[in-house]
């Protein structure tokens, strides 16, 4: 989130802690299935389909090959608890398999296999796979690990299996052995995690619902003007049918009604009228009413100049930020469309996860990092095609520029990519690297598998704001504390989404105690230091307060926020508070969060009667 005054890293040290979780991200709500989608597609109950996969609970419903292979004794350990799977390890030819039957439910976008993989080995040899390791589902084999794999400890390995939605297959690992030099293949803590899907909970009246945008554009020498053509494919969601849609055009902010920054001409689909909201609005009334589970595509030709200025859609010199650029469609619920004002304070961002198609024809000599996953064609003479390509995010953004670029992969297999300006030096790069790898595997144990692909970070000390977040792309300063909290935002935010404007503390409260945790913070008393400025002043605010009280907008939905989070745990206790989250961002996956809903999905985790809770926390909705 953003904000003025308290971005500027000083002040309190609230404040500066605030500020270092700061993050400008767009938060946009996820999109329902229409109800033709519905009826031949059925929908995703996310969930964790393998059993017993820490073997703390005996052998059952594992078939091993032999009653040795789930095991506690000496000579390997767990991952977890005290059990764990040993296949192999003899020292002569020999065979171990361990398998379980489960069923991946139908209607899931994603379903993950992920284990811990300890393998130790006698084997001396460098190049050569004399003992292996499969791991199959069905009659696919996912992946082979073998002696060349050796490891002091345990890295865990994680595989996409969406393509078995729908199907119960059998999950099994075959650790195999030649003649002679043991290899022992040490497994646990296995899961099968299923998210996504055709109807996100608790959207049925957000309209228009599954946006899909495609996107053309081609950039000056400098990448500070982009020109060219986007379209968005969407459906009617609602009962109600839908006459209109409106574009959030929000980086307008960023100029004037008389000179804007994004222009859009040539509608295709509908028919523009006058920009609103101080341009940031833009109305389509669509040639006929839309009915529900009825889709429509409007196009137009876009144009984007980039202001000068270190900001979230500014240029520091050669290198471009481009944030919020892209058009995107508002969204309707119960309470009308939100059209609400562009905030410089935080965020105003409320969209749909959709689908991005993104083409940038840009000079050879700027990289461009964006949302998404990248591949690089050659252009014409001098010039490289960026594709870039995206599913179910909330927003699009990117950047350009001479980076100097440094990748990496985490533990958990998710890739990095670290850009950084021109002052700043490699062993900061490295370190931000490494924060990265850290803080998304930290979040990711948490809450759910980093769904997005690779992670860019673009790295810039002269960022006003801290940092801000965009799906699978973030903007920050070199501060290991914000990085963690950029990161954060992948989740409240980019896959939990909210009303941005309206219900700030949800992505900013919840990254900043998420923040916490992943650096080792348990907020010990930090609510006994809170201080109401007014009986008006709440966590759950909305920017419309925070913008007219902006001096206190860190304090309260950052500080207080996180420090309310942690009052909670203490009351629900750390396991309780552990599964509460992560059950809530599964059943929220690509979805909306609400204060109400979190409020009772608390409430349901406990015979604490927490209505008291909330009134001393001011926590209203």
Not at 53 to 74: A, C, H, K, L
Not at 120 to 130: G, I, M, P, Q
Not at 253 to 281: D, F, K, L, R
Not at 337 to 361: I, Q, R
């Amino acid at each position: 989130m953003r904000s003025t005054p308290h971005r500027t890293i000083a002040t309190r040290a609230l404040a500066v802690a605030a500020l270092a979780a700061l993050s400008l991200l767009p938060v946009t709500p996820a999109a329902a299935a229409p109800p033709s989608a519905q009826s031949t597609a059925a929908a995703c109950t996310p969930s964790q389909v393998v059993t017993n996969g820490g073997f703390e609970s005996g052998t059952s419903p594992w078939t091993q090959s032999s009653t040795s292979v789930i095991t506690s004794r000496s000579g390997q350990t767990a991952h977890g608890g005290t059990a764990y799977a040993w296949l192999d390890g003899v020292g002569s030819t020999h065979t171990d398999t361990l398998s379980q039957s489960v069923t991946i439910p139908a209607g899931c976008g994603t379903a993950t296999l992920s284990f811990w993989l300890h393998t130790d080995t006698a084997e001396t040899t460098s190049s050569v796979a004399y003992d292996k390791l499969t791991a199959k589902v069905g009659g696919t084999t996912l992946a082979t690990y073998s002696n060349l794999d050796k490891n002091t400890g345990y890295v865990r390995k994680s595989l996409d299996v969406s393509a078995f939605a729908g199907q119960t297959v059998s999950l099994a690992f075959t650790g195999t052995e030649d003649s002679s030099l043991r290899t022992s293949f040490v497994l646990d803590d296995i899961a099968l995690d299923t998210s996504g899907g055709t109807t996100p909970p608790a959207d049925s009246t957000r309209t228009p619902a599954a946006p899909s945008y495609t996107v053309s554009l081609t950039s000056n020498t400098s990448g500070t003007v982009w020109t060219g053509h986007e379209s968005a494919t969407f459906t009617n969601a609602s009962a109600t049918a839908l006459s209109e849609v409106y574009l959030r055009l929000w980086d307008n902010y960023h100029g004037s009604c008389s000179s804007m920054p994004i222009t859009v001409t040539n509608v295709s689909g509908g028919t523009a009228g006058s920009p609103s909201v101080a341009c940031t609005a833009l109305q389509i009334t669509l040639p006929a009413p839309l009915a529900q589970g009825q889709s429509a595509t409007i196009g137009f030709d876009l144009g984007i100049t980039v202001p000068s200025g270190a900001d979230r859609f500014g240029h520091d010199g050669a290198f471009s930020f481009v944030g919020n650029a892209l058009p995107v469609l508002a969204v309707k619920d119960g309470s009308g469309w939100h059209l609400d004002p562009y905030t410089n304070n935080g965020e105003s961002f409320y969209s749909l996860a959709a689908d991005f198609k993104v083409t940038l024809d840009h000079p050879s000599t700027l990289l461009v990092p964006a949302t998404g996953t990248s591949a690089d064609t050659p252009g014409s003479s001098g010039r490289t095609v960026t594709t870039a390509t995206a599913s179910k995010v909330r927003d699009f953004a990117w950047a350009a520029g001479p980076f100097s670029k440094i990748s990496g992969t985490s533990a958990a297999g998710t890739a990095i990519n670290v850009y950084s300006v021109s002052d700043i030096s490699s062993s900061d790069a490295q370190s931000m690297l490494s924060t990265a790898k850290t803080a998304v595997d930290a979040h990711a144990a948490r809450f759910g598998a980093y769904p997005y692909g690779e992670l860019d970070a673009v790295i810039d000390n002269n960022y006003w704001f801290g940092g801000m977040e965009y799906p699978g792309f973030v903007l920050d300063l070199v501060s290991t504390t914000a990085l963690t909290h950029e990161i954060g935002h992948q989740w409240w935010y980019g896959i939990v989404g909210d009303d941005e404007y309206n219900s700030p503390w949800l992505d900013e409260a919840f990254t900043d105690y998420s923040t916490d945790l992943a650096l080792g913070k348990t907020g010990t008393n930090c609510w006994n230091s809170v201080s109401w400025a007014s009986s008006t002043e709440n966590i759950t605010n909305s920017m419309a307060y925070w913008d007219t009280h902006s001096s206190r907008y860190s304090t309260v939905v950052y500080g207080y926020g996180k420090c309310a989070l942690h009052d909670l745990r203490r009351v629900l206790g750390d396991t309780v508070m552990t599964k509460l989250l992560k059950d809530y961002a599964t059943s929220h996956w690509y979805g909306v969060s609400t204060t109400s809903e979190f409020k009772a999905a608390a409430q349901a985790a406990t015979t604490t009667d927490l209505t008291s809770f909330w009134s001393t926390h001011r926590i209203d909705g």
